[in-house]
């Protein structure tokens, strides 16, 4: 059984910082692309960072320069380091893991249960 929990979100002001942490278990972390998502309120989920098995990055323009995305695979954990947080940064933070070291888009797939971010401005 896969599992990934993420923690580290809150209640922050604008321009503050934040550091997300997604746990993974029941899978090899290493071959695996993992990405952050985000739903704000009323909106979709949108991809906003994702790290490939060889830790190539991308980043959703609203979110470069501010966020960083990085991966430990000894300990099986995703990262999100959130800097210069808006109010528009609001929104419930996903992490997913698939089964492929490069495509997020691949059918086997994995998410977490999502940590609730609030910026307030």
């Known amino acids: 059984q896969v599992h990934l929990v993420e923690s580290g979100g809150g209640l922050v002001q604008a321009g503050g910082s934040l550091n997300l942490s997604c746990v993974a278990s029941?899978?090899?972390?290493?071959?695996?692309?993992l990405g952050w998502y985000r739903q704000a309120p009323g909106q979709q989920r949108e991809l906003i960072a994702s790290?490939?098995?060889?830790?190539?990055?991308n980043y959703t323009d609203s979110v470069k320069g501010r966020f960083t995305i990085s991966r430990d695979n000894n300990k099986n954990t995703l990262y999100l380091r959130m800097n210069s947080l808006k109010s528009e940064d609001t929104g419930v933070y996903y992490c997913?893991?698939?089964?492929?070291?490069?495509?997020?888009?691949?059918?086997?797939?994995?998410w977490g249960q999502g940590t609730q971010v609030t910026v307030s401005s």
């Open positions: 029941g899978i090899v972390f290493t071959f695996n692309a």
């Open positions: 790290i490939g098995a060889l830790s190539s990055t």
């Open positions: 997913k893991a698939v089964g492929d070291p490069f495509d997020l888009n691949y059918d086997l797939a994995w």
